[in-house]
């Protein structure tokens, strides 16, 4: 396993952990982090095409030295103030255990419970404590699956701060998986059945376009032309 500390600190508050392999640079998202405001925290990158996303994961959680974890993806650019907002969050909250923020850019998020992995925070010893995440939602919904399972199995609270953002330039990687999908449905369907499923027609219009891929192409060209007016500039 190829696991490295670009930014280290004596005793961190925060670690920051970054899944990546090697055919993907993670330069960008480091220099982001060395220009925060915070600056008790420590990088971990695990570097390793043999690992899936949940197991780099897990083993950037076993080697932190912070209480707690904050979790983001190698093509994210974090904000100065980043760090600085997940520990106030913590701070002001002594039962917070896992914390969601605000996602903008290729990925938009407003909190929906769908907890997801390029902007989450949480108690490391407690996420151990639960399992981590689990390899068999690996490449889809394994961090939502992560966060109801802190809902459920954790002591203490789960919560979302708009103010705890994070930048996603790029269009998100992950598919939709069927299986994966029917999966979470059948492990939790209250949950599934209060978060993903629509409560209206509208809703449930947008969500089957969805699925058929409708809002993938839509976005897929919105992000095409975007790039295509910068490049013009």
């Known amino acids: 396993m190829t696991l490295s500390r670009p930014i280290i600190h004596p005793k961190p508050e925060i670690s920051v952990v970054i899944p990546t392999i090697p055919e993907n640079s993670h330069e960008t998202v480091v220099e982001c ?52 907002r997940i520990a106030a969050a913590f701070e002001a909250d002594p039962d917070l255990v896992c914390l969601e923020g605000a996602v903008d850019g290729g990925r938009t998020y407003d909190g929906e419970r769908r907890y997801v992995g390029c902007n989450l925070a949480f108690d490391r010893e407690t996420a151990l404590s639960v399992g981590g995440f689990r390899s068999t939602f690996a490449g889809w919904r394994d961090d939502t699956e992560f966060g109801w399972r802190m809902e459920r199995d954790a002591d203490g609270r789960c919560a979302y701060r708009d103010e705890v953002r994070m930048h996603h330039p790029d269009q998100p990687r992950a598919t939709l998986d069927e299986a994966l999908e029917a999966r979470l449905k059948r492990e939790y369907p209250d949950r599934y059945e209060a978060v993903l499923v629509p409560d209206s027609l509208p809703g449930r219009v947008n969500d089957w376009l969805w699925r058929k891929g409708f809002w993938d192409l839509v976005d897929t060209v919105r992000y095409d032309l975007v790039n295509a007016i910068r490049s013009s500039r």
Do not use: K
Not at 54 to 77: K, M, P, S, Y
């Open 33 to 84: 982090l060395r220009s925060q405001t915070f600056d008790t925290f420590e990088v971990i990158v695990v570097d390793d095409a043999t690992l899936d996303i949940c197991e780099a994961r897990n083993a950037g959680i076993r080697a932190a030295d912070g209480e707690t974890v904050a979790l983001t993806d190698d093509d994210c650019r974090p904000p100065r103030d980043w760090l600085s």
